[in-house]
């Protein structure tokens, strides 16, 4: 009996693409409001200048914080920081969030596919 077989491979891989492109924006997401709130300097502009964006094409994603003593703060352990903020405030959340952002990426390819 003849059978007929449509292929939506580069469908399916478009779909994929997109689905792993808004997991890890969500990711970045959570990095960057976990990162606000850990912020050395609670109010002002260093924790508004965050920003997550993610590369679709390269499916990368990125977090930052864009004032010009950002890094300083980042990276100024010996710097004393009250009520629970901290140096190295995008560095900490990022790790500590691996599991996280792996389900949310699988979660979003998932749905992009239909599954």
Known sequence: ???TVKWYGEKAKAAERAGA???LYL?????????VRIVPLQEGTLMRSGVASVDAGQL??????STPYAIVQHEGLDFQH???RQSKYLESPALASKAKGTALVAREIKRALGA
């Open 27 to 35: 990711w970045a997401e959570h990095v960057l409001e976990e990162a």
């Open 1 to 3: 009996m003849p059978m």
């Open 21 to 23: 492109a808004r997991g």
């Open 60 to 65: 990368s994603a990125a977090v930052s914080f």
């Open 82 to 84: 009250p009520r629970g």
